[in-house]
């Protein structure tokens, strides 16, 4: 079993940053990419960035290019999403994914493994 549990999400004025947290317990070394996806409401599910298991690939969504990092500390089973310069359209809940994929894809569908989600809200 594997467990997500997300952490540092918060209130912001635009321009902020933020540092959200995701502790992957369980059978983590099993799956081989770890992304964040964000929903607003009334709003689709996005995805937002992504990272393997190695950190050598990552993917990112053209909304955050450039303003959001991914990083992970495979020591600690933790995935860290930087966010920076934001924007009130960064407004949402985030949550994040772990998957068997040997590709970071951005379809909801592709991750076995979700958290419970942290608040961002991000004020003009």
């Known amino acids: 079993q594997v467990q997500l549990v997300e952490s540092g999400g918060g209130l912001v004025q635009a321009g902020g940053s933020l540092r959200l947290t995701c502790v992957i317990s369980?059978?983590?070394?099993?799956?081989?990419?770890m992304a964040w996806f964000r929903q607003a409401p009334g709003k689709e599910s996005e995805f937002v960035a992504g990272?393997?298991?190695?950190?050598?690939?990552?993917r990112f969504s053209d909304s955050v290019k450039g303003r959001f990092t991914i990083t992970s500390d495979n020591n600690k089973n933790t995935v860290y999403l930087q966010m920076s310069s934001l924007k009130p359209e960064d407004t949402a809940v985030y949550y994040c994914?772990?998957?068997?994929?040997?590709?970071?894809?951005?379809?909801?569908?592709?991750?076995?493994?979700w958290g419970q989600g942290t608040q961002v809200t991000v004020s003009s």
């Open positions: 994914a772990a998957g068997y994929v040997t590709w970071i894809l951005t379809s909801i569908g592709n991750y076995n493994y």
């Open positions: 990272i393997s298991r190695s950190g050598s690939s990552k």
């Open positions: 369980g059978r983590a070394s099993s799956t081989q990419a």
